[in-house]
């Protein structure tokens, strides 16, 4: 089955500066890729995913994603963190033909003034 | 269009104590599924329903019977709680050609 691991637990930036967020995969095959946020109390939202082709793929909010298949990644970046972005951002893997979709632990960012 | 609803949005229960939670979608989606999310763990996979009539063990079944009632509704049942289930529980639909999951607003259970 397909595993993702997101390394960092918690990550500090301050408002205004730049954001990379980091995920691994594991999956014999092309994926299917999400990026989701949680806000405190609230359900998950999608942010962006990739299923083929161009493999920077832009998502809501300003953030965006690469996928690198050499490298098992699927990183979350955003040029400019607002503090409305405070949150959890988990990344999560699927496959074709498979009901079994797989979540990171998940990130939580805290933004500083 | 409300996507996926659940009730209730928060319960306590004492041990032993049995509860069900209800789950529903009106996106005509085929399948639903139920997780679990705990600190530091993401969100596991209970159990899940590609279709009407069907439902399918995830990664933590044990101590959880679901239903799938009809197209729109899915219901998670704890029969005799215990503290290990006190989490937040969420019913998704995937949906959009992809397996998307599009989430509800969660149930936060604690069991004492």
């Known amino acids: 089955a397909q595993s993702v691991t997101q390394p960092d637990i918690h990550i500090t930036v301050s408002e205004g500066a730049s954001l990379e967020l980091r995920c691994n995969y594991s999956y014999g095959a092309t994926p299917y890729l999400f990026w989701y946020v949680q806000s405190p109390g609230q359900g998950l939202q999608l942010l962006l995913k990739y299923f083929s082709g161009d493999t920077l793929v832009q998502g809501i909010k300003g953030f965006e994603a690469e996928f690198k298949r050499s490298q098992s990644s699927f990183n979350l970046r955003k040029p400019s963190v607002h503090w409305s972005d405070a949150a959890e951002y988990f990344c999560?893997?699927?496959?074709?033909?498979?009901?079994?979709?797989?979540f990171g632990a998940g990130t939580r960012l805290t933004v500083k003034p | 269009n409300a996507g996926v609803t659940q009730t209730p949005k928060f319960q306590v229960l004492k041990t032993g104590q049995s509860m069900t939670l209800q789950c529903a979608q009106d996106m005509n989606h085929n399948s639903m599924y139920w997780y679990r999310q705990d600190p530091g763990m993401g969100l596991r996979l209970i159990y899940y329903?590609?279709?009407?009539?069907?439902?399918d063990k995830g990664e933590v079944p044990n101590g959880y019977n679901v239903s799938r009632l009809n197209k729109r509704e899915f219901s998670l049942r704890l029969e005799s709680a215990a503290p290990s289930q006190t989490s937040v529980y969420f019913c998704?639909?995937?949906?959009?050609?992809?397996?998307?999951?599009?989430f509800g607003p969660g149930t936060r259970l604690t069991v004492l």
């Open positions: 329903s590609a279709s009407e009539g069907t439902t």
């Open positions: 999560a893997v699927g496959a074709p033909n498979n009901n079994d979709m797989r």
């Open positions: 998704a639909s995937p949906g959009g050609g992809y397996n998307e999951q599009f």
